[in-house]
Nanobody, 124 residues
Framework: QVQLVESGGGSVPAGGSLRLSCSFSPSPRNMVWMAWFRQSPGQERVAVAAISPRTGMTFRPDSLKGRFTISRDIAKNQVYLQMNSLNPDDTGMYYC?????????????????WGQGTQVTVSS
């Protein structure tokens, strides 16, 4: 498996931006997806973006296109989530996850490895 460590969370006012980072080690060649999930208080964990580490192809919910961008730097063993125009609904714990078997990129059960999460709080 792989160890995942998130960073970059914090408190921002509405309209602000944050860039989350996820460092992973080792760098397994059999990773299928890497993704970011958000878990807001009292809600289920939901996918906000995913990327193929090998091809760089990205996926996002339509509702987040234009605001959230996922990218990767394989040489640095990093995956990033750039979040712009944040609003209070974006508040939650953000988790980095890695999948090693094919499955829907947006499903929690597709992912075998998870980080501890980084908190994002957006104030109105």
């Amino acid at each position: 498996q792989v160890q995942l460590v998130e960073s970059g969370g914090g408190s921002v006012p509405a309209g602000g931006s944050l860039r989350l980072s996820c460092s992973f080690s080792p760098s397994p060649r059999n990773m299928v997806w890497m993704a970011w999930f958000r878990q807001s208080p009292g809600q289920e964990r939901v996918a906000v973006a995913a990327i193929s580490p090998r091809t760089g192809m990205t996926f996002r919910p339509d509702s987040l296109k234009g605001r959230f961008t996922i990218s990767r730097d394989i040489a640095k063993n990093q995956v990033y989530l750039q979040m712009n125009s944040l609003n209070p609904d974006d508040t939650g714990m953000y988790y980095c996850a890695a999948a090693f078997d094919w499955g829907p990129w947006y499903k929690v059960e597709t992912y075998a490895s998870w980080g501890q999460g980084t908190q994002v709080t957006v104030s109105s």
